[in-house]
């Protein structure tokens, strides 16, 4: 060693990260709980816009289809913002990833940014993203799009 060189030793030089996936089974009940949220959630918006007489000026057709496309992208797009805004405000986080010990992660094992929370968010209403979900590694579209993971953290080391 030369003399000028350094002999400092980092606290996190000798980690390894391992990261692993979190099983169909966990992500599963994180789909179902979260949605459960989710239908909470709108309904108490609803209620909300419903009693400040918030009205939304559609264009109605005599069979109300104007009306039917413009209520299913409104819950579409906030389902979206929800659960992109919920990811990232608790770190890779919801309420069903509370509950199995899951989290979101990016590919190098590091919080989720904004722009990968809303990318996750926006993905999820990919028509058919659902069924994309039914592989062995549970690898679905709103997690290979964004370049994220869900991991168990149990079973997991990562740079968190």
């Excluded at 966990?26 to 816009?49: C, E, H, P, Q, T």
Aim: glycine share 6%; aromatic share 14%.
């Amino acid at each position: 060693m030369e003399p000028n060189e350094s002999q400092e030793q980092h606290l996190f030089d000798d980690n390894q990260y391992h990261l692993v996936q979190a099983s169909g089974g966990k992500r599963f009940v994180n789909y179902l709980v979260d949605r459960i949220v989710f239908y909470v959630f709108f309904y108490v918006l609803s209620l909300l816009l419903a009693s400040f007489n918030v009205t939304l000026q559609v264009e109605v057709t005599p069979d109300s289809t104007g009306l039917a496309i413009f209520s299913i992208l409104i819950y579409v797009f906030t389902y979206a913002l929800f659960m992109g805004l919920i990811e990232f405000a608790m770190k890779g986080k919801t309420i069903g990833k509370l509950l199995t010990g899951t989290r979101a992660v990016r590919e190098d094992g590091t919080h989720l940014e904004l722009k990968d929370a809303l990318l996750r968010g926006i993905c999820r209403i990919i028509p058919f993203n659902v069924f994309s979900a039914l592989g062995n590694p549970c690898y679905p579209w709103h997690d290979s799009l964004s370049k994220t993971y869900v991991i168990d953290e149990r079973q997991s080391h990562y740079p968190l």
